[in-house]
Nanobody, 125 residues
């Protein structure tokens, strides 16, 4: 069983920056690097895809965050990051780390096997 823990959520003003981290000990081995992703869910809304990074390091972003958010991974530390800048009130949500069992990524909830409990980001205007 893979234990996934997000951290770094914060309350900031519009235009501010936040860095999220996701630790997943035991998820990646020296032979395998799998897809990792960030999703978010605002109250009353569906959980939506934010960004993905494949086992080979290819990144993809939702249009709503492109140019403002950066996803990265440190396989030595088995940690996923999300650097968020230029934050807007509409970015307010619970952010979730999601891990797949394949090297490539899909922006769909059911593609992912492991999920964290989430970390809250609140952006005030």
């Amino acid at each position: 069983q893979v234990h996934v823990v997000e951290s770094g959520g914060d309350s900031v003003q519009a235009g501010g920056s936040v860095r999220l981290s996701c630790a997943a000990p035991g998820y990646i081995t020296s032979e395998s690097r799998f897809c990792m992703a960030w999703f978010r869910q605002a109250p009353g809304n569906r959980r939506e895809w934010v960004a993905t990074i494949t086992g080979d390091g290819f990144r993809d972003y939702a249009d709503s965050v492109k140019g403002r958010f950066t996803i990265s991974r440190d396989d030595a530390k088995i940690t996923l990051y999300l650097e968020m800048s230029g934050l807007k009130p509409e970015d307010t949500a619970m952010y979730y780390c999601a891990l797949a069992r394949l090297r490539w990524c899909e922006p769909h909830l059911n593609f992912y096997t492991y999920w964290g409990q989430g970390t809250q980001v609140t952006v005030s205007s």
